[in-house]
């Protein structure tokens, strides 16, 4: 592994180029200084600065900062791969020194050259395990975060499109039992990172800043071999051994990219809608579900005079976090959704890259086509207009960027195709932007907005003192009244997200004293 661009400390703990904030804690059995850097990598050092310029307060703030956004660009399932080897290249040599640093300066070493010899071995033996164990952790957490995204989740949705054989029904358990312990282990980083802002606005002096780092470390038992990392990576190998067997190993090529089945199990239980009911029921109308008629599915026309001219795109558009994609998912596992499409519902996870032949190919996929490697964008087109010509779909494109802005006419050419469905199929695109929602939409957008008022309230109850889950519990009528008031003071800054509700709640359920929630209230989130 590359040592990074970062400047080490020389031996008496010197900075050599760079200001630092210094974190004093125990590795390995030794005393350990570990010296956090203020700036982030460069092919060329910033000017020195001498020690007695620097601004402590400013220089731990800094790196805390940047603790924060190498965490969370690490978290999550689609996170990009350069946070981890930012973060590991830029910890690494700043370990090693310190540890070097600290080692020099124990107990003198008798001056017979055998001890002296003897104290050096053991120095270089102890930062060559340091050193190795941090590549192996940098490894297998990287290993964790481009397997879940693109490999757990497609075998889950191809084993719930056979989960009928018994065999296949009882890996599925196994596989969503270790991709949800990887996710929560993901997750983590989320957690400690808003710990470490927390710490960072208080002003407490360096001395406490680097806590939630090390917790963060200790959580995996960094010293032993971090065993949380190593039993969940080896779970993965044992899932995905069975899946060879099973005949279930193809993966989508785009490890970023999920395409979900025909029949779209989104989720086996989604997540409850809190306070959307009305929403959902606006949605159901607008994408023009009628329900029934005497107890069974209305009917759809398989004649050409039922296909139309052209397909009705419905984007929901609201900011991150505000419930989108779980909205959509909600839909689609409506049974009277899913009736009245008569199961054809497609999912297809765009994120951050719009290009027009791989989403004809994913939506072809999903219908069970085959493609050849070979196939032109006019055959593409061919393919999926023979394809839908007799259905009624719905295609839900998850998490459209602006990137379609720069193809518009690959949208137009993507969208004309698609209109030779039948009669009532739809496209639903979930979006941030709405620049995005204007351009793809031919009715009026759906704008979801935060929760609102005592509906957010009770959520965030939830979130931040309960672990059940559960909404109807008499503990939550005994809430301190001082923690309810900082709570209710906290609100507004979340805007409505149950994104937000839920991260935040989960750092004040760690902690139910109130000089924990003050601290909270006072930081800006």
């Known amino acids: 592994m590359a040592m990074g661009a970062g400047e080490l400390l020389d031996p008496t703990g010197t900075v050599m180029g760079r200001s630092r904030v210094t974190c004093q804690s125990s590795l390995y059995g030794h005393g350990l200084s570990l010296c956090l850097d203020p700036w982030p990598p460069a092919t060329a050092p910033p000017p020195r600065l001498p020690a007695t310029n620097r601004t402590e307060v400013s220089s731990a703030q800094l790196a805390m900062d940047k603790v924060v956004g190498i965490l969370r660009g690490a978290a999550g399932l689609a996170a990009d791969a350069n946070a981890f080897w930012e973060f590991f290249s830029w910890v690494t040599p700043h370990v090693l020194a310190a540890v070097c640093s600290q080692q020099q300066q124990q107990q003198q070493v008798d001056s017979a050259g055998i001890g002296s010899a003897s104290a050096g071995e053991r120095r270089t033996a102890t930062l060559h395990q340091i050193q190795d164990d941090l590549q192996k952790l940098e490894h297998n957490l990287w290993v964790i975060q481009t397997t879940i995204a693109p490999t757990m989740h497609d075998l889950i949705d191809r084993l719930e499109w056979h989960s ?48 939630p780092f090390l917790e963060f470390l200790d959580n995996v ?9 190593m039993e969940i990576q080896e779970r993965l190998k044992r899932v995905f051994d069975q899946s060879n067997s099973l005949g279930l190993h193809k993966t989508p090529k785009k490890f970023d990219k ?15 809608i809190f ?25 759809c026309s398989t004649t050409a005079e039922a296909r139309r001219t052209e397909l009705l795109v419905l984007p929901i558009v609201g ?63 061919v393919n999926l207009r023979d394809s839908v010509k007799s259905k009624k779909f719905l295609l839900v494109l998850d998490d459209m960027w602006d990137d379609v802005l720069k ?46 008022d005592d509906v957010f309230w009770d959520f965030f109850k939830l979130c931040a003192f309960k672990s059940n889950g559960s909404r109807n519990d008499p503990e939550m009528e005994h809430i301190r009244p001082e923690l309810e008031r900082i709570g209710r003071a906290i609100l507004p800054k979340l805007k409505g997200s149950p994104l937000a509700a839920k991260t935040l709640g989960r750092l004040l359920k760690s902690n139910l004293r109130i000089e924990h929630w003050e601290d909270i209230l006072r930081s800006e989130l």
Request: hydrophobic share 30%; charged share 30%; proline share 2%.
């Open 319 to 381: 900011m991150g976090g505000v419930g989108k994609t779980t909205m959509a998912q909600q839909i689609c596992e409506d049974g009277v959704v899913r009736n009245h499409f008569n199961n054809c519902i497609i999912w297809i996870c765009v994120s951050d890259e719009f290009e027009v032949n791989r989403l004809t190919r994913d939506v072809l996929k999903s219908l069970g086509v085959k493609l050849q490697d070979s196939d032109t964008r006019d055959t593409l087109m």
């Open 407 to 452: 193809d518009e006419k690959g949208w137009r050419t993507f969208h004309r195709t698609l209109s030779n469905g039948l009669q009532g199929s739809m496209i639903l695109v979930t979006t941030r932007s709405s620049k995005v929602a204007n351009l793809v939409s031919n009715s009026d957008p759906y704008e979801l907005k935060g929760l609102q």
């Open 258 to 272: 999920i395409v979900r089945p025909e029949t779209c199990r989104v989720l086996e239980e989604p997540d409850e």
């Open 221 to 229: 038992n960094f010293g032993g071999k971090f065993s949380k990392v």
């Open 275 to 299: 306070g959307r009911e009305k929403e959902l029921e606006d949605l159901k109308q607008k994408l023009r579900v009628r329900g029934h008629k005497r107890g069974r599915p209305v009917a």
């Open 164 to 211: 009928h054989k018994e065999t296949e029904a009882g890996h599925l358990r196994q596989i969503k039992d270790v991709a949800y312990d990887a996710e929560d282990l993901l997750d983590e980083y989320n957690y400690y990172a808003l710990k470490v802002k927390v710490k960072a606005s208080k002003n407490l002096g360096q001395d406490h800043l680097h806590e």
